[in-house]
Every structure is written in structure tokens, then in C-alpha cells.
């Protein structure tokens, strides 16, 4: 198989992948948006992993995380996460947040 076959392979699987995987994420309806410094990242990597790891949570519907700024921005649902679940998994991530006051 030619490399540029091979290559259209891995992409539509890794679309199909994708794909499937938000599927699998109900919908969750906002109802708050916290935002937090964060100290401790050293790249952009680490604001990467962090955004990962916050969008795993269940009640969250979407995650911002900037190294540039150290700054993430959550938007969630509060009948299903808490502000204290959201500082504890930035925590458990090797992270400390301090939440920003609107």
C-alpha cells in the first residue's frame, strides 16, 4: 500500500475515533462559568492535559486552559460538578487554582 493511501487511512479512522468518542459524552446544559489562575504549568503541554483532564468530568461542558495566561475557563453544570471537585481535579493534575472573583 502506497504511503499516501496509508495516510488517508489513519486520518478517516482517526476522525471515525473522534467521532465516536463525543457521542459517547451526553450533553450537558451550562449553567455556570468559573475562571482560575493556575500555577504550576511549564508549556503549553501542561494546559493541554489540564483541558483534558477538566472536559472529563462529568458536568462539565467545555474547558479553556492557556498557558500564555495561566488562566482556565470552566463552563459546567452545578447539579452535577462543584467548584471543589473542579479545584481538586486541577489539583490532582499537579496544578494549584485560585478562583478568579467576576
Not at 499516501?4 to 459517547?24: F, M
Not at 483534558?52 to 492557556?66: D, F, M, N, R
Not at 495566561?69 to 470552566?74: E, G, I, Y
Request: hydrophobic share 40%.
Amino acid at each position: 500500500m502506497n504511503m499516501k493511501l496509508q495516510l488517508i487511512l489513519t486520518l478517516t479512522l482517526a476522525c471515525l475515533a473522534t467521532a465516536a468518542q463525543a457521542k459517547d459524552k451526553p450533553t450537558v446544559t451550562p449553567n455556570a462559568t468559573n475562571r482560575y489562575t493556575i500555577s504550576g504549568m511549564h508549556c503549553d503541554g501542561c494546559a493541554g492535559g489540564l483541558k483534558a483532564e477538566l472536559k472529563e468530568i462529568p458536568g462539565v461542558a467545555s474547558a479553556e486552559v492557556t498557558f500564555s495566561n495561566k488562566l482556565a475557563v470552566v463552563t459546567y453544570n452545578t447539579n452535577q460538578v462543584t467548584k471543589v471537585r473542579l479545584t481538586r481535579v486541577i489539583k490532582e493534575a499537579g496544578f494549584t487554582a485560585k478562583e478568579l472573583k467576576p
